[in-house]
Nanobody, 123 residues
Framework: QVQLVESGGGLVQAGGSLRLSCVAS????????MGWFRQAPGKNREFVTA????????YYADSVKGRFTISRGNAKNTVYLQMNSLKPEDTADYYC????????????????WGQGTQVIVSS
Protein backbone atom coordinates (compact mmCIF):
# COMPACT_ATOMS: atom_id res chain seq x y z
CA GLN A 1 0.00 0.00 0.00
CA VAL A 2 0.92 3.61 -0.48
CA GLN A 3 0.56 6.27 2.15
CA LEU A 4 0.43 9.97 1.40
CA VAL A 5 0.91 12.48 4.19
CA GLU A 6 0.31 16.17 3.64
CA SER A 7 1.61 18.97 5.82
CA GLY A 8 2.02 22.72 5.80
CA GLY A 9 -1.56 23.88 6.04
CA GLY A 10 -2.68 26.59 8.41
CA LEU A 11 -4.22 30.00 8.82
CA VAL A 12 -2.89 32.88 6.73
CA GLN A 13 -4.06 36.34 5.83
CA ALA A 14 -5.11 37.20 2.31
CA GLY A 15 -2.08 37.97 0.19
CA GLY A 16 0.11 35.66 2.21
CA SER A 17 1.86 32.44 1.28
CA LEU A 18 1.94 28.83 2.37
CA ARG A 19 3.93 25.83 1.22
CA LEU A 20 2.28 22.43 1.35
CA SER A 21 4.25 19.20 1.28
CA CYS A 22 3.20 15.66 0.52
CA VAL A 23 5.36 12.63 1.16
CA ALA A 24 4.59 9.27 -0.39
CA SER A 25 5.73 6.08 1.29
CA UNK A 26 5.17 2.39 0.85
CA UNK A 27 5.09 0.42 -2.38
CA UNK A 28 4.74 3.22 -4.90
CA UNK A 29 4.91 2.64 -8.61
CA UNK A 30 8.28 2.75 -10.35
CA UNK A 31 7.18 6.08 -11.75
CA UNK A 32 4.11 8.05 -10.82
CA UNK A 33 2.37 11.34 -11.27
CA MET A 34 1.17 13.46 -8.38
CA GLY A 35 -1.43 16.10 -7.99
CA TRP A 36 -3.22 18.41 -5.60
CA PHE A 37 -6.95 18.76 -5.24
CA ARG A 38 -8.97 20.82 -2.79
CA GLN A 39 -12.42 20.81 -1.28
CA ALA A 40 -14.03 23.86 0.23
CA PRO A 41 -16.85 23.54 2.78
CA GLY A 42 -20.07 22.61 1.05
CA LYS A 43 -18.43 22.21 -2.35
CA ASN A 44 -17.18 19.37 -4.48
CA ARG A 45 -13.52 18.43 -4.63
CA GLU A 46 -11.77 20.34 -7.39
CA PHE A 47 -8.49 20.01 -9.22
CA VAL A 48 -5.66 22.37 -8.35
CA THR A 49 -2.52 21.16 -10.13
CA ALA A 50 -0.66 18.06 -11.28
CA UNK A 51 2.87 17.09 -12.23
CA UNK A 52 4.21 14.15 -14.20
CA UNK A 53 7.02 11.88 -13.03
CA UNK A 54 9.62 13.76 -15.03
CA UNK A 55 8.21 17.13 -14.14
CA UNK A 56 7.89 18.01 -17.82
CA UNK A 57 4.11 17.99 -17.77
CA UNK A 58 2.50 20.39 -15.32
CA TYR A 59 -1.08 21.58 -15.36
CA TYR A 60 -2.81 24.22 -13.25
CA ALA A 61 -6.42 25.11 -12.72
CA ASP A 62 -7.17 28.56 -14.08
CA SER A 63 -8.11 29.73 -10.60
CA VAL A 64 -4.56 29.21 -9.29
CA LYS A 65 -2.45 29.79 -12.39
CA GLY A 66 0.28 32.35 -11.75
CA ARG A 67 -0.11 32.09 -7.97
CA PHE A 68 0.55 28.43 -7.17
CA THR A 69 3.59 26.35 -8.13
CA ILE A 70 3.92 22.59 -7.96
CA SER A 71 7.29 20.89 -7.78
CA ARG A 72 8.81 17.54 -6.95
CA GLY A 73 11.60 16.77 -4.57
CA ASN A 74 14.81 15.17 -5.76
CA ALA A 75 13.73 11.82 -4.34
CA LYS A 76 10.53 11.98 -6.44
CA ASN A 77 8.42 10.75 -3.53
CA THR A 78 7.71 14.27 -2.36
CA VAL A 79 5.64 16.95 -4.00
CA TYR A 80 5.31 20.56 -2.93
CA LEU A 81 2.67 23.20 -3.53
CA GLN A 82 3.88 26.76 -3.13
CA MET A 83 0.86 29.00 -2.74
CA ASN A 84 1.35 32.75 -3.08
CA SER A 85 -1.07 35.68 -3.15
CA LEU A 86 -3.62 33.60 -1.30
CA LYS A 87 -7.26 34.62 -1.44
CA PRO A 88 -10.15 33.80 0.90
CA GLU A 89 -11.60 31.63 -1.87
CA ASP A 90 -8.53 29.41 -1.60
CA THR A 91 -9.80 28.26 1.79
CA ALA A 92 -10.22 24.48 1.62
CA ASP A 93 -8.88 21.12 2.61
CA TYR A 94 -6.02 20.30 0.26
CA TYR A 95 -5.44 16.71 -0.78
CA CYS A 96 -2.40 15.14 -2.35
CA UNK A 97 -2.97 12.35 -4.87
CA UNK A 98 -0.73 9.83 -6.62
CA UNK A 99 -1.35 7.88 -9.79
CA UNK A 100 0.63 5.51 -11.95
CA UNK A 101 0.08 7.62 -15.05
CA UNK A 102 -0.22 11.34 -15.58
CA UNK A 103 -3.93 12.15 -15.80
CA UNK A 104 -3.87 15.86 -15.17
CA UNK A 105 -7.16 17.06 -13.72
CA UNK A 106 -8.94 13.68 -13.95
CA UNK A 107 -9.41 12.66 -10.32
CA UNK A 108 -10.41 9.13 -11.34
CA UNK A 109 -6.89 8.64 -12.64
CA UNK A 110 -5.31 8.82 -9.21
CA UNK A 111 -4.88 5.65 -7.21
CA UNK A 112 -4.02 6.96 -3.77
CA TRP A 113 -5.08 9.96 -1.73
CA GLY A 114 -3.84 11.63 1.41
CA GLN A 115 -5.98 12.66 4.36
CA GLY A 116 -5.75 16.34 3.56
CA THR A 117 -4.40 19.47 5.20
CA GLN A 118 -6.55 22.48 5.98
CA VAL A 119 -5.82 25.91 4.57
CA ILE A 120 -7.74 28.91 5.85
CA VAL A 121 -7.23 32.32 4.28
CA SER A 122 -8.67 35.21 6.24
CA SER A 123 -9.74 38.46 4.61
Amino acid sequence: QVQLVESGGGLVQAGGSLRLSCVASGRTFSSHAMGWFRQAPGKNREFVTAISWSGVMIYYADSVKGRFTISRGNAKNTVYLQMNSLKPEDTADYYCALGQYYRGSDSSGYDYWGQGTQVIVSS
